[in-house]
């Protein structure tokens, strides 16, 4: 039975992959996490089987008892968004790129056998072309987008030069439930949620034409799980890790609407900088090499979040 740890564990995408590894046989999953945006409350129903580091992965030294014996580990920990990075860049260099280093000079040192690392879409910029291959140069628009491109060469690199076996999967706008919508920096999908089950219109940045290619968060769970299985030819590389589709924000706030049956225009205003345009992932790679089968489409989703996002919801409204 291999060990796993997953940094950022307490996450929106980090608690979902632990109760993957879990679905998918592991009887532990040891969890670094230092509580800034992840929460307990997200591995709630598996604590019993969750070794919990409360640790922050700037600091070097406290990585190390989380890593020992460790097989597989899952570099998920991360200050996300970009305009936080505008707004706010010292924290998500810090994170992303030291931290990243911290995690990769721990496992070195601890002789873990495979990091998978979570890269971002947002490293390709605007590119001329969709859908989006690996092969294309990147153009960050962000320091977030600029952060997340260091870490793919950092994996690389340290499966060069240290002989640690890497895998970095670009993820493309991923979405599902316990993405934590109470933050001006959260993913749109889950600041649209609670404004459809409010009755409340969301602001859309710019004219809602722009295009993701929103990727559930289970199906991101499953690649994760088969890039730590994967060949020891797929280390050093990087794959996407999206749904091959694209869809406009007002489309997303369109089919919202419909499902719940209600007619709530969006507000508008400016565009965000350091904003793209388009993103749409050419699945090709992670199909051939890791196995990569997205099962969900935009729609089942789409459904299941909200259904997610309404059982919280009306908990919270009848909380005492
Ligand atoms: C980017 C990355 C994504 C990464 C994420 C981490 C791209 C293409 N994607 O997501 O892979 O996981 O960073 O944070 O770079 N918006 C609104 N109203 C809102 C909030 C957002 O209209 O209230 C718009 C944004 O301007 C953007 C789109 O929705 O056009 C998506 O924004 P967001 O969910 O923040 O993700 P990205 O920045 O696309």
Known sequence: MKNFLVTGGAGFIGSALVRGLLANGASRVHVVDNLLTG??????????????????????????????????????????????????PVPSHEVNIDGTFNVLQAAKEAGVRRVVYAASSSAYGDTEVLPKTESMLPQPRSPYAAQKLLGEYYMSIWAQCFGIETVSLRYFNVFGPRQDPSSPYSGVLSLFMTAILERRAPTIFGDGEQSRDFTYVEDVVALNIKAAAAPSAVSGRMYNAGNGGRITLNEAWRLLQKIEGVSIPARYGATRPGDVRDSQADTEAARRDLGHDPRFTFEQGLRATLDWYRKEHAAAVTAP
Not at 42 to 54: K, P
Not at 64 to 83: C, T
Request: glycine letters at 6%; charged letters at 25%.
């Open 39 to 88: 929460h307990e409350r997200n591995l709630a129903d598996i604590r019993g089987a969750v070794e919990f580091h409360r640790v922050d992965i700037r600091d070097a030294g406290g990585l190390k008892p989380a890593m020992q014996n460790i097989d597989v580990l899952f570099h998920q920990a991360a200050i996300p968004s970009v305009p936080r990075s505008i707004n706010d």
